[in-house]
């Protein structure tokens, strides 16, 4: 009988696919689509009268509250203008602890008593919302008679529209708290890390002779994802349900050849990223490059920096949109950290520096970085909040699937050191050894041919296995996971610079007076450095050396989610949460709560799923192909044939699947007695003797996939995923 095999007519549907035609790209440019589908503060302001637009400008660009009388006046005209683009409804668009964004709609159009219906969206709808949310991840922070959350407008962020073909509807930047005035959400805290860092870099700009009415954190993320004809997607359990594989042999030709990683983008590809870049053009989103990554079927794209409230909320934006559009081309764009074994994972560079109101990067070394006192100062107090909470950085990007990429010798180790260059531990060299005379000139890179013009060398050169890499004028937080938001990493970030912005800062006021300025920075950037700069290290970060030396340091090296998520609530971490308002102990306990039950919610999916691919999938397609076997063999011995060939291939398909079953029964071993404890303490067991048993039950398929006949093979294979464009 010959097997019907949809694997092959999967393959031909994959290849069978044509462009549809997606919109007029040729008579649009783009400087006329660019926010159109967002409320810009330009054209907020044209329609609102001055003095609410006054108080309103206040709020969004220093921080100051709202008063709520302009709430109406602002609610009125983004109604019109929504309305005027063709929206029916709006949302409070939020991002609860899932790491998701979350939203509920809500018609413009109210029923009067008439039995007619008016258009209704006043200062407090804008302003204020209560969507029945309680199914959203808490951590203990609510019990169910406080169950109802209610969403708060963040003005700071600007209003936008979503659209498809049959319709528009307004989104609303929301933070989402309890009635307690918990932060359920991750915006919360964000934006109050945002304020202790102003503050901070004020206190700090003031000892400069700088008055700045703002400070904030600026930041750009380089977005990694894997493109997959959908036609393969949907034929994979391990996909649909975990995003990534959990089975499947590494295919002859993998990334080794290097020639995918910045090599042309194949049509169907480019296609995809010209309609999603017009979309988050629509959106606003500045998003500036693109090209193909390293393994096969990856890509990159990177929007310019902006303001880190808008960036994170941009940063969901861009994920949605990339898996929105992606579909218009039988494509599905994958986020996870690790969907291919064996293959590079993706990861999301988060970079990050801070910056006045008026586009004065703080982290702007200039020609002379040793004159550049102000940027020794803030420098060394991020390399301090590094080297204080590397924990909590590690922390930040802890999930299930990162724990996959970090360490793999392809991402960041997961001890989190500081990369900052030649250049500038020439310099921090020069400080600890008394005083600073020169910085080492980093000299014009000629090109050697004089019609090219020399190249000023990058002094913050690159290095790719740090986690934390100081490159130019900004930090390159290197080990965030692609899928994840960014916004709890921005906020460790913010926090912990803002409390050693603090730090510094006392003790500079301590003898600014008495020493001067100059006299007395050096001494406290001396003692900072010398306190610190254990985590600064510029080499390979890949290597195993490094794990031994990094040990010697003290350095931490928190492996997994389950090493990581406990420090979360250190007393020292607890306390820094709450010293800046950033987040409360119970906060903080509901997050690691939240976070450690997503781990182990992950793994039982990705078990389960392993599972039944294993039991209902390969076991039958590895059984049949052992009865065709054992029938060829029987047969040869009929005929008075010689049957070693099949014979030995019935031997090995059989012990392949005795390994599978032992595996298995490996698997439902592992799990008895397992959760009984903490969440904490079952995520920590997951770790220990879940994942080493699912990881036998995908070696012994691998195997079997190594030697099953293809046709008879019932999952997209590995080749076929990555190279069918
Ligand atoms: P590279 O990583 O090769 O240096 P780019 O200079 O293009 O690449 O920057 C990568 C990302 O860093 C982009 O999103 C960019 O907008 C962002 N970036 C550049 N300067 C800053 C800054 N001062 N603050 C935050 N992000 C920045
Ligand atoms: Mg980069």
Not at 97 to 107: F, Q
Not at 494 to 515: F, H, P, R, Y
Not at 531 to 547: A, L, M, P
Not at 595 to 603: D, G, H, K, N, S
Request: charged share 25%; hydrophobic share 35%; glycine share 8%.
């Amino acid at each position: 009988m010959i097997q019907s095999n949809q694997r092959y007519d999967t393959l031909a549907a994959a290849k069978g696919w044509t462009p549809g035609t997606n919109g007029d790209f040729k008579n649009s440019q783009i400087a006329e689509i660019f926010g159109k589908n967002t409320l810009t503060l330009e054209s907020l302001r044209e329609r609102l009268p001055k003095v609410v637009w006054k108080e309103l400008k206040n709020t969004i660009e220093d921080g100051k509250q709202l008063n709520s009388s302009v709430a109406d006046a602002v609610a009125l005209a983004m109604k019109e203008w929504a309305s005027e683009k063709g929206a029916t409804h709006y949302t409070h668009w939020f991002q609860p602890l899932t790491g998701a964004t979350a939203e509920k709609h809500d018609s413009f159009i109210t029923p009067n008593q008439g039995g007619g219906a008016v258009a209704e969206f006043s200062g407090k709808e804008l302003i204020q919302g209560e969507p029945d949310a309680s199914s959203f991840p808490n951590g203990g922070v609510r019990q169910t008679f406080e169950a109802r959350g209610y969403t708060a407008w963040d003005p700071t962020s600007p209003v936008f529209l979503i659209e498809n073909q049959n319709g528009k509807y307004l989104c609303i930047p929301t933070a989402f708290a309890s009635w307690t005035g918990e932060a359920l959400d991750h915006k919360t805290p964000l934006l109050r890390s945002v304020e202790a860092l102003d503050t901070q870099a004020k206190r700090a700009l003031k000892l400069f002779g700088k008055e700045s009415n703002r400070v904030v954190s600026t930041v750009g993320c380089e977005q990694e994802y894997f493109l997959i004809d959908q036609e393969f997607y949907y034929r994979r359990p391990d996909f649909v349900s975990s995003n990534r594989t959990l089975v499947g042999a590494k295919p002859p030709r993998g990334q080794e050849l290097d020639d995918h990683y910045f090599g042309s983008i194949p049509d169907r590809v480019l296609s995809f990223m010209l309609e999603a870049e017009r979309e988050l053009y629509k959106l606003g989103i500045p998003v500036k490059t693109r090209h193909n990554e390293v393994a096969p079927g990856q890509y990159e794209i990177a929007p310019i920096f902006e303001n880190c409230n808008i960036a994170a909320d941009h940063q969901q934006l861009m994920m949605i949109t990339l898996k929105r559009v992606a579909r218009n081309y039988g494509l599905e764009c994958v986020l996870h950290e690790k969907p291919f074994d064996g293959l590079n994972g993706s990861g999301k560079h988060l970079n990050w520096s801070m910056s006045t109101k008026d586009g004065d990067n703080l982290l702007e070394p200039g020609e002379s970085p040793h004159e550049n006192m102000q940027f020794l100062f803030f420098f060394s107090a991020v390399i301090r909040g590094v080297y204080k909470h590397q924990d909590l950085l590690r922390a930040s990007i802890a999930h299930a699937g990162n724990d996959h990429r970090l360490g793999a010798n392809e991402a960041p180790p997961a001890i989190i050191s500081a990369f900052i260059g030649e250049q500038l531990e020439d310099i921090i060299q020069q400080l600890l050894n008394g005083g600073l005379k020169e910085s080492k000139q980093s000299g014009l890179m000629g090109l050697g041919t004089p019609v090219l013009p020399s190249l000023p060398r990058d002094a913050g050169d690159r290095n790719r296995t740090s986690p934390f890499a100081f490159t130019g004028n900004k930090f390159e937080f290197r080990a965030v996971g692609s899928s994840q938001s960014i916004s709890f990493p921005i906020t460790v970030l913010n926090t912990i610079v803002a409390e050693a912005i603090d730090e510094l800062c006392t003790k500079l006021e301590g003898s600014v007076e008495n020493e001067g300025l100059e006299e007395s920075l050096g001494k406290v950037l001396r003692d900072s450095f010398k306190e610190t700069k254990s985590v600064i290290f510029n080499g390979d970060g890949y290597s195993d050396d490094w794990q031994v030396e990094a040990k010697k340091r003290g350095l931490l090296n928190l492996k997994t989610t389950a090493d990581a998520l406990p420090t979360l609530t250190d007393k020292k971490n607890i306390d820094l949460f709450e010293k800046y308002s950033v987040l409360s102990e119970r906060e903080v306990h509901s997050r690691q709560e939240i976070f450690a039950e997503q781990y182990v919610t992950t793994l039982n999916i990705e078990v389960d799923t392993t599972e039944a691919i294993a039991r209902t999938m390969v076991y039958p397609a590895a059984i049949r192909y052992l009865n065709e076997l054992s029938t060829a063999v029987k047969d040869a011995k009929e005929l008075g044939i010689n049957p070693k060939g099949a014979e030995s291939m019935l031997v090995t398909v059989n012990n392949a699947l005795n390994q599978l079953s032992e595996a298995l029964t490996g698997l439902t071993e592992a799990q008895e007695g397992l959760g009984t404890g903490t969440i904490l303490e079952t995520g920590m067991e997951y770790k220990e003797t879940l994942i080493p048993a699912m990881n036998k039950v995908r070696d012994a398929v691998d195997l079997l996939e190594r030697f099953t006949a293809d046709d008879y093979w019932p999952l997209p294979i590995y080749r076929e995923m990555l190279f069918v464009k």
